[in-house]
């Protein structure tokens, strides 16, 4: 930018003379904050591929579960309906029975 005085600069904030010491020292610190915020989805996004190459990630639980308390801590699903269910399919129950698989 221009140093010349009849140079302004406006955004949503208001309107900033960059000739004008405390208006460069307001420019140059939302400049800053801006880089700033640009990089924390980055390191965000890193730190959960860093989690899940050591098996920590845990974004959600699987279906008739549901997450309690701790990051790793899950809990059946209060639904007594829901509990039978997943009794019924781990159980084998005849019913439910998958053919078997020819490769």
């Not at 010491?21 to 980055?42: H, R, T």
């Not at 591929?49 to 809990?75: M, P, T």
């Not at 439910?96 to 698989?101: C, D, G, H, N």
């Amino acid at each position: 930018m221009g140093r010349r005085r009849d140079r302004r600069l406006v955004d949503e904030d208001g309107g900033y003379n960059p000739a004008s010491p405390n208006d460069q020292l307001l420019l140059g610190m939302k400049g800053k904050m801006s880089e700033m915020a640009l990089s924390i989805p980055v390191h965000s996004i890193e730190a959960m591929k860093q989690k899940a190459r050591r098996g920590e990630l845990f974004l959600s639980a699987a279906v008739g579960y549901v997450k309690a308390g701790g990051d790793h801590h899950i809990e059946k699903h209060a639904d007594r309906r829901i509990q039978e269910a997943i009794t019924l399919v781990s159980a084998g129950s005849p019913g439910l029975r998958q053919s078997p698989v020819l490769v």
